[in-house]
Nanobody, 125 residues
Framework: QVQLVESGGGLVQAGGSLRLSCAASGRTFSGFVMGWFRQAPGKEREFVGAISRSGANTYYADSVKGRFTSSRDNAKNTVYLQMNSLKPEDTAIYYC??????????????????WGQGTQVTVSS
């Protein structure tokens, strides 16, 4: 069984930055594509970004492209989401997810097997 634990959320002013971390238990982390999703109140969960097994390839939603960057450290079983130039519309609960999926399907939440508990990000205007 794999457990994912996010951290790093909080309250930040518009234009500020936050760095989310997602620590994974288990030995299979390096074999997982890791994704980031978010859900704002009253809205559906949406794809934010994803990173391939090696970290060589990343994928982002248009709404965050150029502002958010995902990276991973397989030696530490941890994936990161650096969020810069935050906007009030980025306010949501952010979830990391992992699974044995094709990178081409990284935007599809149902493709992921493991999910973290989520961390709140609030951006004030």
């Amino acid at each position: 069984q794999v457990q994912l634990v996010e951290s790093g959320g909080g309250l930040v002013q518009a234009g500020g930055s936050l760095r989310l971390s997602c620590a994974a238990s288990g030995r299979t982390f390096s074999g997982f594509v890791m994704g980031w999703f978010r859900q704002a109140p009253g809205k559906e969960r949406e794809f934010v970004g994803a990173i391939s097994r090696s970290g060589a390839n990343t994928y982002y939603a248009d709404s965050v492209k150029g502002r958010f960057t995902s990276s991973r450290d397989n030696a530490k079983n941890t994936v990161y989401l650096q969020m810069n130039s935050l906007k009030p519309e980025d306010t949501a609960i952010y979830y990391c997810a992992g699974g044995l999926l094709l990178p081409s399907r990284a935007r599809i939440s149902d493709e992921y097997t493991y999910w973290g508990q989520g961390t709140q990000v609030t951006v004030s205007s």
